[in-house]
């Protein structure tokens, strides 16, 4: 098993900057073999992917609405994840996950078995 727990959230003004953190923990976790990623879900919206980063520290996705403005990034030695949100805009609220999970998968939700509680993230206008 595998846990995730999520922090940094917050409400921020538009333009403002945020660092979200995902730490992981369990039995059978092994930094070095997973890919971690974030995902956000707004109200009435689907969960979609924000970034994708494989156990080694390359990035294999951004979605374009974050290009430029978002970076994903792991510390192995603390099983860490990172998402540092910068030029935040109203659109970026959302609840923001973490999710893990063995190999390489994409960006598709029902790839990812381990997911975190989520952390609030509110951008006013």
């Known amino acids: 098993q595998v846990q995730l727990v999520e922090s940094g959230g917050g409400l921020v003004q538009a333009g403002g900057s945020l660092r979200l953190s995902c730490a992981a923990s369990g039995r059978t976790f092994n930094p070095y073999g997973y890919t971690m990623a974030w995902f956000r879900q707004a109200p009435g919206k689907e969960r979609e992917c924000v970034g994708v980063?494989?156990?080694?520290?390359?990035?294999?996705y951004y979605a374009d609405s974050v290009k430029g403005r978002f970076t994903i990034s792991r510390n192995n030695a603390k099983n860490t994840v990172y998402l540092q949100m910068n030029s935040l805009k109203p659109e970026d609220t959302a609840v923001y996950y973490c999710?893990?999970?063995?190999?390489?998968?994409?960006?598709?939700?029902?790839?990812?078995?381990?997911w975190g509680q989520g952390t609030q993230v509110t951008v006013s206008s």
């Open positions: 999710a893990t999970e063995w190999g390489v998968p994409g960006q598709s939700a029902t790839e990812y078995e381990y």
């Open positions: 980063i494989t156990w080694s520290g390359a990035s294999l």
